[in-house]
């Protein structure tokens, strides 16, 4: 590989660090530089027309460092050492350890869930939206959500893969989709339309191209995702002429985790049909020949309003139906 072609590597992959951070390509550029021990882009590219000869584990680190899609910040607020060392943690994070605590982080349609016995925790793929933890009781001293250092590092784990798959997706849109133009234009990444000005199909909202862009699409009002965005209000006789630029909550806290109780024991919700079917099963099971089973398949279940159940076993011989008996549950 000539030292153009690794130059050239070095570029190609600092374009894909920028499309997945929603960021300017010459901020990437310089973080990769960064990277290699110099100050910005240009101190490595007059080295490298100098006595610099970049080795083939360098491009290797630098393939690394693009593939986890880490924050800006992060690289710029860490050692590089230390981003290393949490990106490979990291993607062996599926399964683990926090404290004495088990539990499993997960990808599910965009959103991260980590959890564990009694708790979860999902981070939405609308960068907006708050983290939601969801308990099976209330702060009983027992589920370790509740402890604000177990919850900090949790959360520090979904965070970070759900900043790893936000990349991914920005990676995949198109440039245009997450960096509007100088007149605030974007491209809706999954209709290709361009606007500077949207509309929330959910919400009635008027949106920003330099709303939507670092939003994921998400509307920054409701949260309805890219597929109740449009260019146009066709739902509207004017248009969205008339409709109002979407609220914005500046003083919510977006980082402030939403807590929710959830009962999710399993439960045996009854009526006619399900006492039916149970009861049925329960005859079919407990048949111990051919003729038991056929009584037990062609058997009358009736199931009042106040679910008793009367079970009728009936004989045919012939034209004529005899009823066997009769009874009540």
């Known amino acids: 590989m000539t030292e153009t072609t690794k130059l050239n590597s070095l570029k190609h992959l600092a374009k894909r660090y920028a499309r997945a951070n929603r960021i300017a390509q010459n901020q990437a550029l310089n973080l990769v530089a960064e990277k290699l021990g110099f100050a910005d882009w240009t101190k490595l590219v007059s080295a490298n027309k100098r006595d610099w000869i970049l080795r083939s584990e360098q491009i290797a680190s630098v393939e690394a460092f693009v593939a986890h899609a880490l924050p800006a910040v992060d690289f710029q607020a860490e050692h590089p050492d230390a981003v290393a060392r949490r990106s490979a943690y990291l993607d062996n994070a599926e399964h683990g350890m926090i ?131 449009f260019d146009t209000a066709f739902w509207c006789e004017d248009e969205g002429n008339s409709l109002s630029p979407v609220k914005i909550d500046d003083a919510k806290d977006h980082d402030k985790p939403d807590f929710r109780v959830v009962d999710d024991r399993p439960k045996l919700e009854l009526n006619g049909e399900k006492i039916t079917l149970l009861i049925r099963c329960a005859l079919l099971d407990d048949a111990s020949n051919i003729s038991e089973r056929l009584g037990a398949l062609h058997a009358e279940i009736d199931v009042d309003e106040d679910n008793d159940v009367w079970i009728s076993l009936r004989r045919t011989c012939g034209r004529t139906t005899k009823s066997l008996f009769r009874c009540r549950l």
């Open 99 to 229: 404290g004495d605590h088990t539990y499993r982080l997960l990808v599910v349609l965009h959103d991260v869930i980590i959890l564990g016995d009694g708790w979860s925790i999902t981070v939405p793929e609308n960068p907006g939206a708050r983290p939601i933890v969801k308990t099976a009781t209330e702060n009983d001293g027992k589920c370790p959500v509740f402890d604000p250092k177990f919850l900090e590092t949790a959360l520090s784990l979904a965070r970070d893969r759900a900043d790893r798959v936000r990349g991914e997706i920005s990676t995949d849109w198109p440039r245009r989709s997450t960096k509007p133009d100088h007149e605030g234009v974007v491209r809706h990444p999954l209709w290709g339309d361009e606007s500077a000005v949207w509309y929330c199909l959910h919400c009635d909202g008027k949106i920003t191209g330099a709303q939507i862009a670092p939003n994921l699409w998400h509307c920054p009002g409701c949260g309805a995702s890219p597929l109740d965005i």
